[in-house]
């Protein structure tokens, strides 16, 4: 059977998972988590949670899967190694140089990779099998089809897998949602998103113009407000076929929610998964409604399993459960009447919400009552009949709960067995696990005068073990029987038992002092805080264009490489024309490079499709975004120089030396600033002299940020979706441009766009090799002017001047004028937002 791995994001969420017969928890301490906003482990408490899951025979993940910022890859050494130390049975990684550095550093420490990885192919399980991750968790847009179709064992190393089977559903991709972070500097790479995917948006639609700007914008009459919301994931009724397939671990979403949702969530999977192993199981009404009491948006199945609603546009908060409709209402009393749809009835103190066209009405029920057939509620202010009525807090939900934490007392059984050398007690205690302990009295019993203690009153203390997590089973005793013992002596001598048993049970997970003893000189040799300068360079312009035109144009203009992304059908009677398509962009490149980017995401179709035409092409490179695409690429074309785009999370120097190769350049991530950027690049160039070399570098200085990319489709919704050229989702003040792909996928862009032209002489000192300006659904106009504009701006800072920065600043207000939705300079000033406030 899999494993049942539950969300423990406080201590009181882990005695619940623990409670409620979870095999294993995921939890974090207060830094380096992707769940900042949770309660989350100090680190003395971290220790003890780790102790506590551990002897209850639950397995503890620690997550560390944020990306990493250069200043802090010294902390996140020493924290992996306490980790170790702490006996945490894996840790989660996102940050593959935080990853590379746990497999040199500490060995013996397991890892998993996060789905912040955004692993969703069989190539990317390959890949991180072989920078030894012993689990993947998959994207949560991969079906159990596809996941079928994995190996278990890879370079033969077994690789588990494991998917999300309950609870919240990002919009996007995880890993590739940059949306919080471009709104208000949250980045949910740093645990910090802010959920604007449960906004409230209406979809645009319009012209563009000469620059690929929109015009004449309307919006599409959609009923929806909150476009981007997602129904919330139970695959409760089909978990037969999860556990059938290959999945080895089957995770819960929630670190942010309630013990009580912890609670029952993890105790109806822990019986349904129990009853699959024992053939008894069939799905319970009863429980499926449990699970959308303790809270929901609409379920669906997911991607998983192949839904097609995975979308909930209507309301993005808690829907509880539908349990009637508004009768009639009586005014005069402020009461409504409300048709029941079936035996749930509310009882007071349970919360409710009545639902109308126009009206949204939240109450807390107080003494409701049955009369003529109907339940009777006073409301504070009038409902509409016909009004749904939603039951949102269940007080009967909440004993439940209470029943499952409560339930946890003793768990573990030890034996006992009593002997005496001479007047000197002596307790061994043997657990399950084979493990045994043995303490002697500090004292010597003395000759009762009057009445001896007897052995009915020793066990009966011996037994008394409350306040730790053993229960004795067993006790075999040879006892004199003629010794007076005092009882505070005994209680003394049991406590030492159990604190022993409670080591020895710890010790098991934890490792060997000498390991980790080599794992602090390691550290100590790696020197891993030590500053390095920026050697400053003049970078090289390149260019990204997704239409033949724009890469004349920017070819015309001057770059000196092109990164082209055509949109290309996925299909065999495709390639002949994709082939046509790249042999014209190469003879348009003239003296510039072609660079072929390959989509963001790749699924296995792409593969097939797109190999066979490496041997055959004539580019000068192969750009991707994700790790499994690597291996297909060198498959096909062993010589092909590979390029990675932004979506690599690229965010320090480890990151830089562990894709050296097989990475000629790198794009180095948008969300980190202009100190962090110099400081990683100066560290990446450091430790290259030492090496073999490393990639060169580059970073996005013009263009609208790809802040999502997500399998569903928005323009579909509207009922012509074919006739506008601009697509856009307006919040309450801004436009963020969108994208539909060959795929169906959708693309969402930055509402504002970045722009670093005045900010060259500072990227200069930095040392990047390349700057790049994205042109992608923008026109051959605005990539040739553009392209100029930065030529430039290059030319500019290369010849200095004391007119330099005047000149700078003209050229970018040429760009601003050109610009969708104004400019912005990112994060390259300030950085991202780190403190909850």
Same mark, same amino acid.
């Given at each position: 059977m899999p494993e049942l791995l539950a969300p423990a994001g406080s201590p009181e969420a882990?005695?619940?998972?623990?409670?409620? #017969?979870?095999?294993?928890?995921?939890?974090s301490g207060k830094r380096f988590g992707a769940r900042k906003f949770a309660a989350n482990f100090e680190e003395p408490q971290l220790r003890d949670a780790i102790d506590y899951a551990h002897l209850h025979g639950v397995k503890a993940y620690v997550t560390v899967n944020t990306l990493i910022r250069e200043d802090e890859i010294a902390d996140v050494a020493a924290y992996l190694i306490q980790l170790y130390e702490m006996g945490a049975d894996a840790v989660l990684v996102q940050d593959v140089g935080i990853a590379a550095l746990a497999r040199r550093l500490v060995p013996g420490l397991h890892l998993h990779a996060s789905t912040q990885m955004t692993i969703h192919n069989q190539e990317g399980v390959d890949w991180a099998a072989r920078l030894g991750f012993e689990r993947v968790v998959l994207a949560r847009e991969v079906s159990l089809e596809e996941i079928r179709g994995m190996k278990r064992e890879t370079g033969g190393q077994q690789v588990g897998l494991e998917v999300f089977v309950h609870g919240a559903l990002c919009?996007?991709?995880?890993?590739?949602?940059?949306?919080?972070?471009? %709104?208000?500097?949250?980045?949910?790479?740093?645990?910090?998103c802010a959920q604007p995917c449960r906004k409230p948006y209406v979809l645009l639609r319009g012209q563009k113009d000469e620059y690929g700007r929109p015009t004449s914008l309307a919006a599409a009459p959609l009923k929806e407000k909150f476009l981007i919301s997602t129904r919330d994931l139970s695959v409760y009724r089909h978990l037969d076929k999860i556990v059938r397939s290959p999945v080895q671990s089957l995770k819960i979403e929630g670190r942010m929610k309630s013990a009580e949702y912890v609670a029952i969530v993890t105790s109806i999977y822990r019986k349904a998964l129990d009853e699959i192993a024992s053939g008894s199981w069939s799905p319970s009404l009863d429980d499926e409604r449990d699970l959308a009491l303790a809270f929901n948006r609409d379920f669906t199945e997911g991607y998983l399993l192949g839904a097609k609603d995975i979308m909930g546009r209507k309301m993005s908060d808690n829907r509880g459960v539908l349990i009637g409709s508004v009768a009639s209402f009586d005014p005069q009393r402020s009461e409504a009447a409300v048709r029941l749809s079936g035996p749930l009835? &509310? @009882?007071?103190?349970?919360?409710?919400?009545?639902?109308? /066209?126009?009206?949204?009405?939240?109450?807390?029920?107080? #003494?409701?009552?049955?009369?003529?057939? !109907?339940l009777r509620l006073r409301t504070p202010e009038r409902v509409r009949p016909g009004a749904k009525v939603y039951l949102t807090g269940s007080i009967a939900l909440g004993r439940k709960?209470?029943? %499952?934490?409560?339930? !946890? +007392?003793?768990?573990?059984p030890i034996d006992l067995s009593v002997s005496w050398e001479g007047a000197v007690p002596s307790i061994e205690g043997f657990l399950e696990n084979g493990v045994c302990v043995k303490v002697s009295a500090g004292f010597k019993a003395e000759k009762a005068e009057k009445q001896p203690t007897t052995a009915l009153q020793i066990e009966s203390q011996l037994r008394r073990t409350g306040g730790t997590p053993f229960?004795?089973?067993?006790?075999?005793?040879?006892?004199? =029987?003629?010794?007076? %013992? &005092? %009882? =505070?002596?005994?209680?003394? !001598? #049991?406590?030492?038992?159990?604190?022993?048993?409670?080591?020895?049970?710890i010790q098991i997970h934890s490792p060997d002092l000498e390991a980790v003893a080599k794992a602090r000189e390691k550290l100590q040799c790696m020197n891993l805080s030590a500053a390095a300068s920026p050697e400053s360079r003049i970078p090289d312009l390149a260019v990204y264009a997704d239409i033949l035109d724009a890469v004349r144009d920017a070819a015309e203009g001057g770059c000196k490489r092109i990164y082209f992304e055509p949109a290309l059908k996925e299909?065999?009677?495709?390639?002949? +024309?994709?082939?046509?398509? !790249?042999?014209?962009? +190469?003879?348009?490149?003239?003296?510039?490079?072609?660079?072929?980017?390959? &989509?963001?995401?790749?699924?296995?179709?792409?593969?097939?499709?797109?190999? &066979?035409?490496l041997s055959e092409i004539e580019v000068d490179g192969i750009m991707v975004e994700d790790?499994?695409?690597?291996?297909?690429?060198l498959e096909a074309k062993t010589d092909a120089v590979l390029y990675g785009a932004a979506g690599l999370n690229v965010w320090n120097h480890l990151a830089i030396e562990q894709l050296s190769p097989p990475f000629h350049y790198l794009t180095l991530s948008p969300e980190l600033s202009g100190e962090q950027l110099a400081l990683t690049v100066a560290k990446a160039r450091n430790k290259a002299s030492e090496h073999s070399g490393s990639s060169k570098l580059e970073l996005v200085v013009q263009g609208n940020l790809e802040v999502m990319i997500t399998e569903d489709c928005i323009p579909c919704l509207a009922k012509d979706e074919t006739s506008g050229d601009f697509w856009g989702l307006q919040d309450?003040?801004?436009?963020? /441009?969108?994208?539909?792909?060959?795929?169906?996928?959708?693309?969402?862009?930055?509402?504002? @766009?970045?722009c670093l032209l005045d900010y060259l002489p500072q990227i200069v000192q930095i040392g990047l090799d390349g700057v790049a300006v994205d042109a992608r659904g923008r026109t051959a106009k605005y990539a040739r002017e553009m392209t100029e504009i930065y030529l430039k701006a290059i030319d500019l800072v290369k010849r200095g001047g004391s007119e330099m920065d005047r000149d700078l600043w003209a050229l970018k207000e040429e760009a601003r004028a050109r610009s969708l939705g104004g400019i912005t300079t990112g994060h390259f000033l300030k950085g991202l937002k780190e403190e909850i406030s």
């Open positions: 882990l005695r619940a998972a623990v409670a409620a #017969r979870a095999d294993a928890v995921y939890l919009y996007s991709y995880s890993g590739q949602c940059l949306l919080s972070s471009a %709104i208000g500097g949250r980045s949910g790479n740093r645990g910090m009835a &509310p @009882e007071p103190g349970d919360g409710l919400v009545f639902i109308a /066209p126009g009206q949204e009405l939240g109450l807390v029920a107080q #003494r409701p009552f049955q009369k003529d057939g !109907l709960t209470h029943k %499952i934490i409560s339930s !946890l +007392k003793k768990e573990i229960v004795v089973r067993a006790v075999d005793m040879s006892y004199p =029987g003629d010794l007076f %013992i &005092p %009882i =505070g002596a005994l209680n003394q !001598l #049991r406590r030492d038992l159990m604190a022993k048993a409670k080591d020895a049970l299909q065999k009677d495709g390639i002949g +024309k994709a082939m046509d398509l !790249l042999h014209a962009a +190469k003879e348009a490149c003239g003296d510039a490079e072609l660079i072929w980017k390959w &989509p963001r995401i790749t699924k296995w179709s792409f593969f097939e499709f797109a190999k &066979p035409m790790m499994g695409s690597v291996k297909p690429v309450f003040r801004r436009i963020f /441009p969108l994208r539909r792909d060959e795929n169906n996928r959708t693309h969402i862009f930055n509402s504002a @766009e970045t």
